[in-house]
């Protein structure tokens, strides 16, 4: 909570009072406080990637190679319709 009251204090620092000297020294730190989060949001999201249960990894292969199955099935050209043999007797 102390964090965040800090947070909303530079914001509104930043909106009302800086002036433009100071404005891209703020816009460096937001930009580096933003590429921060998305980093760790990223590092936790793949963690709990890994704890997921493992029949969703299944699932998973199962669906892409159904995908890869349906295409080359639809890329299939028709075999070419052979005449009939007509035998004279």
Known sequence: ???LIIAVAMILYYVFVAPKSIKGTMHMIFLVA???C?????????????Q????IFVGGGMAIVGFFALRD???LK???KKKKETSKR
């Open 52 to 55: 997921s249960p493992p029949e």
């Open 73 to 75: 099935v639809m890329r």
């Open 34 to 36: 933003g590429i921060a």
């Open 1 to 3: 909570m102390f964090y």
């Open 78 to 80: 028709p075999l070419p």
């Open 38 to 50: 998305l980093i760790v949001l990223s590092i936790l999201s793949f963690i709990r990637l890994i």
